[in-house]
């Protein structure tokens, strides 16, 4: 079975101090993985994609990931937030090969604080 | 400009009725998929097509249907059956050529009265 785990639920941060939001996944064979960002009231956005090569993935807005196949993880990083960072993000994953199953976490709600 | 179309965006329907919901393609993609999103839960799975004339249940299948007659189109049936349909649901469809560009739609907001 294929699944994703974002472990927080909310991260509230200071604006200007560094975020990690956090993406373990589970899978039996080798997988893309992806960060979207929800802005309130709007519809899902790509961040970042890794599809092969580089294990560290730059993306839009100062995000980056970096992929770690051992600890299957794709955690998400900026160094210094921005109040319109305020926002929800998904990480979720895709089979390289057949299948198809396209699998999102639960979301992690971002809180940027003055 | 392609894209995903899902109708009706917004709809009320009443207990023990089925609804189908609308989702049609103009990208030429093969993959298609249903999610719900409920706050707190993420988009959860609900069924996916890899081709035309065939279809696998995601994660929660229970209460709903589908079909894939046509490359374009994938609608949704939420049943009676389903215990909990009021929902905001979404079409996506994925390029699979090694882009994986994922296309959303705009959603449907469902609400069973």
């Known amino acids: 079975a294929q699944s994703v785990t974002q472990l927080d639920s909310q991260v509230p941060v200071f604006e200007e101090a560094p975020v990690e939001l956090r993406c373990n996944y589970s899978?039996?064979?080798?997988?893309?993985l992806f960060w979207y960002v929800q802005y309130p009231n709007q519809g899902l956005q790509l961040l970042l994609k890794?599809?092969?090569?580089?294990?560290l993935v730059k993306g839009i807005n100062g995000f980056e990931a970096e992929f770690n196949k051992s600890q299957t993880s794709f955690h998400l990083r900026k160094p210094s937030v921005h109040i319109s960072d305020t926002a929800e993000y998904f990480c979720?994953?895709?089979?390289?090969?057949?299948?198809?199953?396209?699998?999102f976490g639960t979301g992690t709600q971002l809180k940027v604080e003055l | 400009d392609g894209g995903i179309t899902q109708s009706p965006k917004y709809l009320f329907r009443k207990e023990g009725q089925n609804v189908t919901l609308s989702c049609e393609q103009n990208?030429?993609?093969?993959?298609m998929y249903w999610y719900r999103q409920d706050p707190g839960q993420g988009l959860r799975l609900i069924y996916y097509?890899?081709?035309?004339?065939?279809?696998q249940k995601g994660d929660i299948a229970e209460g709903y249907s589908v079909s894939r007659e046509k490359k374009e189109s994938f609608p949704l049936t939420v049943t009676s059956a389903q215990k909990n349909p009021t929902a905001f649901y979404l079409c996506?469809?994925?390029?699979?050529?090694?882009?994986?560009?994922?296309?959303f739609g705009e959603g449907s907001w469902l609400t069973v009265v």
């Open positions: 890794y599809l092969s090569g580089s294990t």
């Open positions: 899978s039996s064979v080798s997988v893309y």
């Open positions: 097509s890899q081709i035309v004339n065939d279809f």
């Open positions: 990208l030429n993609h093969d993959a």
């Open positions: 996506v469809a994925v390029d699979t050529s090694p882009g994986n560009t994922i296309y």
């Open positions: 979720a994953v895709r089979p390289t090969g057949g299948g198809n199953k396209l699998t």
